[in-house]
């Protein structure tokens, strides 16, 4: 137990050194989301997105992931950058005591290959995809959940696990 809550801080601290200063500016918002769900008009939208006061993916509500699991599916490129890190730093500190679908949905969230297709992952550098791959591989060996561990693995297949590696700059070399 000792050694999953170091993994567990070891990649919150990789996921804030990788994704700090990203910002939302005109992306879409968690409460805007659910608006784009019901198919509601532009000024309900708005309405909800003022509800998003966030300045800082760090400062984003656990009430807002808890309540909004289903978010991801509806942010742009721009609105995903900014929130899946709040998101998977939250499914890492709660996925043991939260039945909430956050988690399950925040590893579902990596459900394209990583390099094409997926217009939310168009904004992500290596980095950033690197953490991803470092967060679905800690899920893919949840024992408590053998869905969840399933889909992570599924994830890691289609294209994230090779995200794990480091990327060269140009012209280095093995040497």
């Given at each position: 137990?000792?050694?999953?809550?170091?993994?567990?801080?070891?990649?919150?601290?990789?996921?804030?050194?990788?994704?700090?200063?990203?910002?939302?500016?005109?992306?879409?918002?968690?409460?805007?989301?659910?608006?784009?769900?019901?198919?509601?008009?532009?000024?309900?939208?708005?309405?909800?997105?003022?509800?998003?006061?966030?300045?800082?993916?760090?400062?984003?509500?656990?009430?807002?992931?808890?309540?909004l699991?289903?978010?991801?599916?509806?942010?742009?490129?721009?609105?995903?950058?900014?929130?899946?890190?709040?998101?998977?730093?939250?499914?890492?500190?709660?996925?043991?005591?939260?039945?909430?679908?956050?988690?399950?949905n925040?590893?579902?969230a990596?459900?394209?290959?990583?390099?094409?297709?997926?217009?939310?992952?168009?904004?992500?550098?290596?980095?950033?995809?690197?953490?991803?791959?470092?967060?679905?591989?800690?899920f893919?060996?949840?024992?408590?959940?053998?869905?969840?561990?399933?889909?992570?693995?599924?994830?890691?297949?289609?294209?994230?696990?090779?995200?794990?590696?480091?990327?060269?700059?140009?012209?280095?070399?093995?040497?």
């Open positions: 137990m000792a050694n999953e809550r170091t993994d567990c801080v070891q990649i919150i601290d990789e996921i804030e050194r990788a994704f700090d200063g990203v910002t939302r500016d005109d992306g879409v918002t968690l409460h805007e989301t659910w608006e784009i769900d019901r198919c509601s008009s532009d000024r309900m939208r708005a309405k909800a997105r003022r509800l998003d006061t966030d300045r800082r993916w760090q400062d984003v509500p656990d009430a807002d992931i808890e309540q699991p289903y978010a991801l599916c509806f942010l742009d490129a721009e609105g995903f950058r900014y929130y899946i890190p709040a998101y998977m730093v939250w499914s890492l500190r709660h996925h043991q005591t939260n039945d909430s679908e956050a988690v399950d925040t590893v579902s990596f459900m394209s290959d990583p390099l094409h297709k997926d217009k939310r992952y168009s904004l992500l550098n290596d980095l950033q995809r690197r953490v991803i791959c470092q967060f679905l591989t800690y893919s060996g949840d024992e408590g959940d053998s869905d969840r561990a399933y889909w992570a693995a599924i994830a890691l297949r289609i294209g994230w696990g090779e995200c794990c590696t480091e990327t060269k700059a140009v012209g280095e070399t093995n040497d």
